[in-house]
């Protein structure tokens, strides 16, 4: 009788649909399948190393059951091994999984795993800022305005929770009136041989992705083949918004926009900021930084959908 395959399962009692009924119910369908042990880590950084023990002791399946925060932290830890990511959405925004086709219900997204498909690979983003360790995107990363978005509106978790990507809105439309409309370039986007200055600079790495239910954000009218999108615009001032959201809704080309650019399958940028700026990955903010290298890595992590 062959070995049964082992899997740990990471869960975030603080995710916005988590329930200890749903926790048990998941953790019995896994079991029938799996050899599983159940894990409860307190931090982020406990998440990376629990997912980075079980990828070094060969484990197979490493499932994040929570948010967007989860999976990535997961991912943190398995990266560039033979360990799969499987996800369980708990979360508010889920994107990952919406972009992987997972079910957005979490029983149903169990039974998936379950079923034991062949797991394959998704790129990833490697991001360097100054001279840190390096952490990996799974989706999406920002510099500069989206990355200050992040952070205001992580400062008011209960919102997040009970209002999902109207928090986000709301929380865009405040930090652009307040603290963007007038500000000057204060990034430098290098792609290949081109130089732009810009306020936001966003970074696609799996198409399209979303904060805002069912408004999708694209950065392109295809998803990325070879890399990964990115964007930007040197200034926002009120008059452009309207010409930037529906670009960023129909995958329209960021070049046509008044002191915009846009660079489409690329292996890697190089931004720099004076002063620091705040970078965020999958919806977490890194912190902040003079220099921030992203760079494309193929086939990074492999998923179980």
Known sequence: MPARRRLVLVANPAASQFTGGMHREVLARLRAEFDVDAQWPETAEAVTR????????GIDVVVAMGGDGVVNRVVNGIALTQTALGIIPVGTTNVLAAILGVDA??????????????VQSIDLARITLDDAPPIYATFAAG??????VVHHAERTPHKKLFMGGVH????????LWSEFRHRLPTLRVSVGDDRYDAVVALVEIHWPYTYFGRVPLSLAKEAPTNGFHIAGV????????????IAA????SWSDIKGGFQALNQREVLIEADPPALVQADGDVLGSANRIEIQSISNGVFVVV
Do not use: M
């Open 105 to 118: 219900d979490p029983i149903k997204a169990t039974a998936q795993i379950v079923a034991q498909p062949p």
């Open 249 to 252: 809704a129909r995958g329209a």
């Open 50 to 57: 629990v997912a980075a023990d079980s990828a070094q002791q």
């Open 143 to 148: 510099v500069g305005f989206d990355a200050e």
């Open 234 to 245: 040197d200034r926002l001032p009120l008059r452009r918004i309207p010409a930037i959201g």
């Open 168 to 175: 986000y809105a709301k929380t865009a439309a405040t930090v």
